[in-house]
């Protein structure tokens, strides 16, 4: 299991503790609430197969009056994991420290406005498929407090973990072209339109096929809008491909509504002239 990285403190407690066994006493556990998390403004984290996404999250958290939170020593904030707390199979937390904003306080408890960017990348966060699919929400408190030398180590670390604060889906990204021949076409003959769905595979690092899926040929007459012609059914390596008959000049594209894994995607649209 990869470590956190918002800060020495939570890294460290995190590899002491380890996320499958958090080393958190009731008794060192603070009255934190975390409420109102939203991840990526509530829609689904679509990935690819280079470029690192940055995913925002926003949340309340009420801390008691004089629990001091510095982001060093005393640390929190809001990780995303795959699995349960108890059996992580994967987990991705931001790189730098939540902003928090007083919102509100009382006699004892302070509100906060927090902020946060978690950074996904593939290939190193994410790497198997089994990483897309739906991810939950933890609020994760941690404390450090040690000492070391060359000749002496000494180190206190209380870690504490609010599970199942929110959900959001974590997607594999998708391609999908359209392209339909001949062109020119002379009126009334036929035109065949193919095209190819493939998403990325982070393991890999490439695009692959992915056969057996839903896509949606749609055509849009020159100063009209697309209209559904058919639906078809991915093939071998992704391959999609119909014919239609030529009527009239206007531009042909393939729609994928994109699965609970892989996000949606639509094709660029490719014109025929009908002569």
């Not at 995190?14 to 403004?41: I, R």
């Not at 926003?58 to 707390?85: C, M």
């Not at 096929?209 to 949606?216: E, F, H, L, T």
């Amino acid at each position: 299991m990869r470590k956190l990285a918002i800060g020495a403190a939570l890294s460290g407690a995190l590899a002491l503790a380890g996320l499958a066994a958090p080393a958190a006493s009731a008794a060192g556990t603070p009255d934190l609430t975390f409420s109102g998390v939203t991840v990526n403004k509530g829609k689904p984290v679509v990935i690819g197969t280079t470029q690192a996404v940055s995913v925002p999250v926003s949340y309340t958290l009420t801390r008691p009056k004089n629990l001091v939170i510095d982001q060093k020593k005393t640390v929190q904030a809001v990780i995303l994991y795959r699995g349960t707390l108890r059996s992580v199979d994967n987990e991705l937390g931001p790189d730098k420290a939540p902003v928090c904003t007083t919102a509100a306080t009382t006699d004892t408890t302070v509100t906060e406005k927090c902020t946060e960017t978690i950074v996904a990348v593939p290939g190193e966060a994410l790497y198997e498929a089994a990483d897309a699919g739906t991810w939950k929400a933890a609020g994760v408190y941690a404390h450090s407090d040690g000492s070391a030398s060359d000749d002496y180590l000494h180190s206190e670390n209380d870690l504490t973990l609010w599970g199942g604060l929110a959900s959001v889906k974590v997607q594999r990204a998708a391609r999908l072209t359209a392209d339909a021949a001949p062109e020119p076409v002379v009126k009334g003959r036929t035109l065949t339109v193919k095209g190819k769905l493939t998403r990325a595979t982070w393991s890999s690092g490439t695009y692959t096929g992915y056969r057996d899926q839903k896509a949606v040929l749609q055509f849009k007459a020159d100063g009209g809008a697309y209209v559904n012609v058919r639906t078809l059914t991915s093939g071998t390596g992704g391959a999609l491909s119909t014919t239609v008959k030529a009527t009239r000049s206007g531009t042909y594209r393939f729609v994928f509504a994109g699965t609970a894994t892989t996000g949606a995607k639509t094709s660029a649209g490719d014109h025929v002239t009908v002569k």
